[in-house]
């Protein structure tokens, strides 16, 4: 036994003396285990410092331990250094920095190297604590975040023990009820309810205890009671139990959660009584409100059915759904089922209202009745199903009405495309235009496409910005114009005068303007027609009454007086009777004179002006008896008497006014001229008229004045009446008022814009100097080539083109086309050698007003220019011949046939082949298609009896210049 005690004591001696045993526990230990040298750097370090840090040993050898310290912790770490040194033993937390740069939490134990009685360095071991620094962290956050939940949470958790004592709440008590912890705990149970909600616990407590008794240990559940707070105040709270088991199942005590239902409470009660309400109205309001299952089966129906269709509720829950509904409507509500309502709402639960629908529903006598239908697919919160609530309001007369006015509508459309004015729909807060009438693409030029989408400032209509102000005004504060009269611009830039009228409308709750453009231009030639036809007739029944009628009153004048002669001879006695015929016939003559004068006051080649306003007073005092003046001031510019005729006839209607409505005893007419303004002045003493305005005097006094752009001035009074029609120089060279000095009138403005075109400077020098020396024209340009003359026109827009058409040796006959491409308002007048009957036919086709000679004289030339500015054709006698021997050659019964034959489109086409236009530019002009141009052209041959298109254009040329002569040279 000894032998063996020895022999073991042997053998854990060379154990412990092997230093191999110590080796392998350095290397095999999870700790790592270093040396530091007195300095601080590293001299050994097992294998473990690379599983820690990811550094290998080799790596940190010979290096200051501190190089892998972070920052933060490495004053407190050189502190522990320091103290271990000095044999003041305690381990110490750090963070370190590994290898791939994250940080590690570690934990060192270390003690001095002593050899030799030395202090020689550190020995010491390095432990990882990261994962359990991670822990503690997340621990720390976790308690704090349930503190922060604890302390700050409106629910109140309590433990109670089996005797329902109050062993822990939580510190959210005293916000919730005002009491502190340690007031709750000590409290007693009772004191916490109103008496009414204690009652309510004693019973769930006596209930606990039976269950328990009974060996039941599973009870759980949820009360409302009512809780007094420390103030006093009273609060619903929902308060939810639960038993606590040990792990051997047995009871241990109870867990508490109790929450504010106060305002769930209120909510409770607004919702019954709500209910109660809701309830009330759908048993008594016209809609029917229906609820149906998924399985599309009616549950309730509202008591307002039986009114409207006729059915109980009870019937119609019975009801198979297809028998609610006419056929045509239920292929409808079958649609719906399958596209609308079971694919997404009924699968998914979620709250979605679909239509409305308008659908026919059956009635109890047979009848169908239009229904608008909304569906609202909900959850049903009772018994967690889906259900369909249904919403019926009969409409059978919105229909109508709706049908009505939808055929109103399409009258309406139909009214307004088709309208023969131009209709405009506008919307008001942008003034795009929505909409126009056919009308707006003949009358204007424009194609629906350049105007829809575009403002009318875009497309430039407005002549005065002034009016489109003053339009805009009255439609935004009275909402409506009436015959408002403007003028306005088309595609091409003509101006002509419009009756504008416009309302504002809504359509889908947005305003829009509905605007009517009624074109004046063909009312103003007919009233100018009517009045100059009136003028000419009045110049006729003048004219006979003093050239006829007087001339056989004076021929019976002269027999009456010589048989008063020859009675004087032989019946003295009775020739008085012949004297008074002859002083009869004489008043006679004189008051027929009179009439005359009254009818026409200035007759052609008579008195001047102011002797016709003379004569007229003479008149007036000798026919109606009335004490006429008439004064005049003593310079009167001579004035042209169309303008004269206009005057005369104001002051005769103003006079004629005066006589008929309001008696007058005394009319004065004053003409006046003073700094350029011309006067007429006509007063009277009769007794006013309040609607004078409406009077048709005042009409026709209104409407001549417009037409010489004179100014009109009406005051009626009690005691007097006056007229003053006034009109400057200016407005007179408008109004073509002013003589010219050559001997030429000179129509609308005074001043007229010209380019002269020639290739040779002397030429066009005098021109020029002719043009200038009359004081009438400005020369606003000039040129020596085609080029040149294309760009003079374009940059000076003038309103006469003076030029030659051969030009560096090239004849260009179409050159009236190329200048109208630019400008159409611009006149062409040709001054050229060469021959009129060559090339004066087809320039005066092609639109040159005027065909001259550079031969002619100063006098034919400014005649030619003044009858081009004055709108009408200027050629020379020869030419004039040719072209009637050529009209004479025309067959006028084959002209009657192409009159009478051709409808208007064919007519229209007919003229432009002989102006030699070709069928795309036919086509172009007319807005057709090339295939309808061919069909028209064909027709046209067909009617004529054309057996080729070369006959037909030769007839058509004919056609043109025959028509042309006519128009022209009648």
Not at 856 to 864: C, F, N, P
């Amino acid at each position: 036994m000894e032998n063996q005690m020895g022999v073991r004591s042997q053998d854990h001696t060379s154990i412990l003396n092997n230093p191999d045993i110590y080796r392998m526990f350095i290397e095999n230990i999870n700790d790592v285990v270093f040396l530091l040298d007195h300095s601080g750097i590293i001299i050994y370090t097992n294998h473990v410092l690379e599983k820690i840090s990811g550094y290998k040993s080799e790596e940190v050898l010979g290096k200051h331990f501190s190089f892998f310290i972070c920052e933060d912790d490495l004053p407190g770490l050189l502190e522990s250094y320091k103290n271990t040194m000095a044999n003041e033993l305690e381990p110490y937390e750090f963070c370190c920095k590994a290898k791939n740069g994250g940080k590690r939490y570690c934990r060192t134990s270390s003690k001095p190297l002593i050899i030799d009685n030395n202090n020689a360095g550190l020995i010491g071991l390095l432990t990882d604590i990261t994962e359990k620094k991670i822990m503690e962290k997340s621990l720390h956050k976790s308690n704090q975040r349930y503190r922060l939940i604890t302390d700050n949470m409106t629910e109140i958790i309590l433990l109670m023990d089996l005797d329902f004592n109050i062993e822990y709440i939580t510190p959210s008590v005293e916000k919730v009820r005002g009491f502190t912890v340690s007031e709750i705990i000590n409290m007693p149970l009772k004191k916490h309810f109103t008496e009414e909600s204690w009652r309510k616990v004693s019973k769930e407590i006596a209930l606990i205890f039976d269950q328990l008794n009974s060996g039941d240990f599973t009870y759980s559940n949820y009360i409302d009671v009512e809780y007094i707070n420390k103030d006093g105040s009273i609060v619903w709270r929902e308060v939810a139990v639960k038993l606590l088991l040990d792990k051997d199942g047995k009871a241990t005590g109870f867990l508490c959660s109790s929450r504010d239902v106060s305002e769930i409470k209120k909510s409770y009660s607004s919702l019954k009584k709500s209910q109660e309400l809701y309830s009330l109205i759908t048993d008594h309001i016209d809609e029917v409100i229906w609820i149906m299952d998924k399985d599309l089966k009616i549950s309730y129906v509202s008591p307002s059915v039986e009114k409207i269709r006729g059915f109980t509720p009870d019937e119609l829950i019975k009801m198979n759904i297809s028998g609610h509904f006419s056929p045509e409507s239920y292929k409808i509500v079958q649609n719906i089922i399958k596209t609308d309502l079971i694919p997404d709402s009924f699968t998914s639960g979620k709250k979605e209202i679909k239509g409305p629908y308008h659908l026919q529903m059956t009635c109890k006598n047979g009848d169908f009745k239009w229904h608008e239908l909304i569906l609202t697919v909900v959850r049903d919160i009772e018994n967690g199903g889906i259900i369909l609530l249904g919403v019926a309001r009969e409409i059978t007369e919105r229909r109508k009405i709706e049908q009505a006015l939808k055929t109103s509508e399409e009258k309406f459309a139909k009214a307004f495309r088709y309208s023969p004015n131009i209709q405009v729909l506008t919307r008001l807060n942008d003034n795009v235009i929505i909409e126009v009438s056919d009308t707006i693409v003949e009358r204007t030029g424009y194609q629906k496409a350049d105007i829809i989408g575009k403002t009318t400032i875009d497309i430039n209509c407005w002549v005065n910005d002034e009016d489109r102000v003053d339009v805009w005004w009255l439609l935004i504060n009275t909402g409506e114009i009436k015959n408002k009269e403007i003028k306005m611009r088309d595609k091409n830039g003509v101006i002509y005068n419009v009756l504008f009228s416009a309302e504002t409308i809504y359509i889908d709750q947005e305003l829009y303007i509905v605007s009517t453009i009624f074109n004046l231009t063909e009312v103003r030639k007919l009233e100018n027609m009517i009045i100059e036809l009136s003028e000419k007739e009045k110049y006729r029944i003048a004219h006979e009454l003093d050239h006829g009628l007087v001339n056989f009153l004076n021929s019976i004048s002269l027999l009456s007086k010589e048989l008063k002669r020859r009675l004087d001879a032989r019946f003295a006695d009775e020739s008085y009777l012949a004297y008074d015929i002859s002083n009869l016939i004489d008043k006679a003559v004189s008051q027929t004179k009179a009439i005359s004068r009254g009818l026409n006051p200035l007759l052609p080649g008579e008195d001047s002006f102011i002797q016709s306003l003379e004569s007229l007073s003479s008149s007036i005092c000798n026919v109606s008896g009335i004490n006429c003046v008439f004064s005049k001031s003593n310079s009167i510019p001579e004035i042209n008497s169309t303008i004269a005729r206009n005057l005369l006839l104001i002051a005769k209607e103003a006079i004629n006014g005066a006589v008929r409505l309001r008696n007058p005893s005394n009319i004065i007419m004053i003409v006046d001229y003073e700094k350029g303004k011309f006067s007429l002045i006509i007063r009277d003493d009769g007794t006013s008229v309040e609607d004078i305005k409406n009077d048709v005097s005042y009409i026709i006094i209104k409407h001549i004045a417009g037409t010489i752009n004179a100014s009109l001035e009406f005051d009626f009074s009690i005691r007097s009446n006056s007229l003053l029609c006034s009109i400057t120089l200016e407005e007179m060279a408008k109004s073509r008022l002013i003589k010219n000095c050559n001997g030429f009138t000179l129509e609308s403005p005074l001043k007229k814009r010209i380019v002269v075109v020639d290739e040779q400077p002397l030429v066009r020098r005098g021109l020029i100097k002719i043009l200038e020396e009359t004081g009438n024209f400005e020369i606003c340009g000039e040129a020596e080539n085609y080029s040149n003359m294309i760009k003079a026109v374009r940059k000076y827009k003038p309103d006469l083109l003076i030029c030659d058409f051969y030009l560096n040796d090239f004849l260009n006959v179409d050159l009236c086309k190329a200048i109208s491409s630019v400008d159409p308002a611009i006149s062409v007048l040709v001054i050229t050698n060469q021959d009129e009957l060559i090339y004066g036919e087809r320039l005066i086709r092609s639109g040159a007003k005027g065909y001259l000679m550079k031969s002619d004289t100063e006098k034919t030339i400014l005649e030619a220019v003044y009858t081009v500015l004055n709108g009408r054709v200027h050629v020379s006698r020869s030419f004039s011949v040719n072209i009637a021997s050529q009209m004479r050659s025309f067959d006028h019964s084959q002209k009657d046939m192409i009159t009478n034959t051709l409808t208007e489109r064919e007519l229209e086409v007919f003229t432009m082949i002989g102006k030699a236009f070709s069928t795309k530019e036919i086509a172009s002009e007319l807005f057709l298609s090339v295939k309808a141009v061919e069909a028209i052209r064909k027709k046209i041959r067909t009617k004529l009896k054309m057996e080729d298109s070369k006959n037909l254009v030769k007839l058509a040329r004919n056609w043109i210049s025959s028509h042309v002569h006519e128009c022209t040279f009648q």
